[in-house]
């Protein structure tokens, strides 16, 4: 449906505005390497890219036991392998377009505060985003509501008004939660099959396809 009338966009951050597979991958294996515990493979891992962290791990097959170490180590590794995140193909353009039509922006993402301001700021788009909402602004994870509704409050704007734009099933079913409509992009994390499982209201293959969804 074309012409969708919303006041603000929520934006995932990791496979959707920016390609952070590179980086993330590098560090779990080096993480686990660190750590000495099993490795794990890309294809074993990658579609766990969305969840916080711990579930991240877990749902890759480590040890219990063994997370939080994970999640720790992880954090103090990421760094080094910043420099391999750049933004996505037409996804500053799209900030530019949505910024100069009114609409409010914002992030609701499973990586940590700390992390997600520094990436913004590396990528030179923070200043884009109203709200930025990360790991520690939500106590129920994705793809529970919570990101979305609490973005919502601070912004004003009622979740109907709301749309999300996520690569993985857990953004689109974050926003369904919400009552928010939604926007699934293909080419992060999650496959096109996937994703249309999860039932978007629109599904895109580059974010140069946005402004065209929305009412003028």
């Known amino acids: 449906m074309s012409g969708l009338s919303i006041d603000a966009v929520a934006f995932d951050f990791d496979g959707t505005l920016a390609d952070t597979t590179t980086a993330i991958l590098a560090t779990v294996f080096q993480t686990l390497q660190d750590l000495d515990l099993p490795p794990v493979t890309r294809e074993h891992f990658l579609p766990m890219i969305g969840l916080p962290l711990k579930q991240a791990f877990l749902g890759a097959g480590v040890d219990p036991g063994a997370a939080d170490a994970c999640v720790s180590r992880y954090r103090e590794r990421f760094s080094d392998n910043a420099g391999h995140v750049a933004l996505f193909p037409a996804v500053r353009e799209c900030l530019t377009d949505l910024s100069a039509r009114g609409l409010r922006l914002g992030i609701v993402s499973s ?106």
Not at 145 to 172: E, F, K, Q, W
Request: charged content about 25%; proline content about 4%; glycine content about 10%.
């Open 111 to 216: 990586r940590g505060r700390k992390s997600l301001l520094e990436l913004l700021d590396r990528l030179q788009i923070r200043a884009y985003f109203g709200e930025v909402l990360g790991d520690e602004d939500a106590e129920r994870k994705k793809p529970a509501p919570d990101l979305v509704l609490t973005l919502g409050a601070r912004m004003g704007v009622s979740a109907n008004r709301i749309l999300v734009v996520g690569d993985t099933s857990y953004d689109i079913e974050m926003g369904h939660a919400a009552r928010a409509h939604t926007c699934a992009v293909t080419y992060g994390s999650h496959d096109s099959h996937r994703l249309r499982l999860a039932q978007p209201t629109h599904q895109l293959d580059s974010l140069s396809g946005l402004g065209a969804l929305l009412a003028p």
